[in-house]
């Protein structure tokens, strides 16, 4: 019986950091404002996200000017912007803000006993 105790003590006490950071939600990410501030005027439906039609736009503005501001989207560094990787990263950039930009809940009040 003692053994059974100290153990489930001892789970128990393992356990209070793990219950106690469940609780807790993480920090919205930063907005990369560079990032965000190139790409805002490509989406169009401003759903936060890259569509074909829009990856199209960017892609032959980035053609028409390899070295300029779009390079930075430029991930696989092939010398145009690839369909999957770089916009998987633009729409990555987009969600940041979008969290960011979600109203916060605000936190109930404790009635007063």
Do not use: H
């Not at 920090?27 to 490509?42: I, M």
């Not at 990787?85 to 950039?93: E, L, Q």
């Not at 969290?99 to 006993?113: C, I, L, R, S, V």
Request: proline letters at 8%.
């Amino acid at each position: 019986m003692k053994l059974f105790l100290r153990n489930t003590a001892l789970v128990l006490l393992a356990m209070t950091p793990i219950m106690v950071l469940a609780g807790k939600k993480a920090p919205p990410p930063k907005v990369d404002e560079a990032a965000v501030a190139l790409l805002k005027p490509y989406d169009k439906d401003g759903n936060y996200e890259i569509s074909q039609e829009e990856f199209a736009a960017i892609q032959a503005d980035f053609a028409a000017n390899p070295t300029g501001p779009l390079k930075m989207f430029n991930r696989t560094g092939k010398g145009k912007l690839d369909d999957v990787v770089d916009r998987a990263y633009m729409n990555i950039k987009l969600g940041e803000l979008k969290m960011n930009e979600q109203p916060q809940k605000p936190k109930k009040k404790k009635a007063a006993q």
